[in-house]
């Protein structure tokens, strides 16, 4: 406790900084390593070395410091290797002009997307064909579109009905719409593992759906192969039985709420994000 006192009387404006510092190269590694499938290793990760990090400061544990010292210094190379795909996809980003600038569709641009949405769904329904559609927002989902097929095309009606006729090679799997573009087809989606499910006799599809809500902010809209009905899933929670009109409302919705919380709020509310959101929050809710 007099060593707490001691520090925090000690703080000057240097340390400060240092400490913002600090705060803000955490925050980026969060933002590089959100909406992927190392989240939840990089975040048991830290906790560890925390946990460790703590204990090591206990006085007379002599034997655990050496130890954990040990595997802190091991970890430096373990590290790197656990998390390359991730650290060389985030150099990738770093080098690409415009990353600081990352263009976002305008009002009227996200507007077009959801009429064209909308109609191709509205018509998929009527022919009873499947459809998976994820429209990417602030979680990057780099991991899932390196499993589909990449396009960055146009979004069209016409375009997204070919993809999902039934007898094309890219039907079975997800579209993902990334910045005004369709950035792949046949995308390859991870399933809810929410309990409840299997008594609403919920598909393949919609587990999908689902699942892809569950890890991202991601809106998915989901066409059912068997009964032709749109529903959409968004943050872990679905709504069905939806027509057209519907869905376009709900749609803009989300949007909305996306221009009036300023892209996910202040940068804290993003590391609070980061390490206290888990891939299942309510599963009473999403079940619901």
């Not at 080098?95 to 996200?110: D, M, W």
């Not at 507007?111 to 990417?136: F, M, P, Q, S, W």
């Not at 309990?195 to 892809?212: D, E, P």
């Amino acid at each position: 406790m007099e060593q707490l006192i001691w520090t925090l009387q000690s703080l000057d404006l240097v340390s400060v900084i240092d400490i913002l510092l600090i705060a803000f190269l955490l925050f980026g590694v969060s933002f590089f390593f959100r909406g992927t499938q190392a989240v939840p290793l990089l975040r048991g990760t830290i906790l560890v070395v925390t946990v460790i990090v703590f204990l090591s400061t206990i006085p007379n544990l002599v034997a655990f410091r050496w130890l954990s010292s040990s595997i802190i210094t091991g970890a430096v190379v373990v590290i790197p290797i656990i998390f390359q795909p991730e650290i060389r996809r985030a150099m990738e980003r770093l080098g690409r002009a415009g990353f600081l600038a990352n263009r976002q569709p305008t009002l009227s641009e996200y507007e077009y997307i959801i009429d064209n949405i909308c109609t191709a769904a509205g018509k998929l329904a009527e022919r009873n064909h499947g459809a998976l559609i994820v429209i990417e927002r602030n979680d990057p989902l780099d991991d899932f579109i390196e499993t589909g097929i990449k396009l960055y095309s146009d979004i069209t009606p016409q375009l997204m009905l070919t993809i999902f006729y039934p007898k094309t090679e890219l039907h079975d799997g997800a579209i993902i719409l990334r910045d005004g573009k369709i950035a792949c087809a046949a995308a390859v989606l991870p399933l809810s593992a929410a309990h409840g499910l299997a008594k609403r006799k919920i598909g393949t599809r919609h587990r999908a759906g689902l699942g892809m809500s569950e890890i991202s902010d991601a809106i998915v809209v989901i066409v059912s192969e068997e009964t032709g009905q749109i529903s959409v899933a968004n943050h872990g929670r679905m709504i069905r039985r939806l027509d057209e009109n519907r869905l376009a409302t709900i749609l803009k919705t989300f949007y909305a709420d996306e221009t009036d919380n300023q892209k996910q709020g202040s940068w804290w509310q993003g590391i609070l994000n980061f390490f206290m959101s888990t891939p299942q929050e309510d599963e009473k809710e999403k079940a619901a």
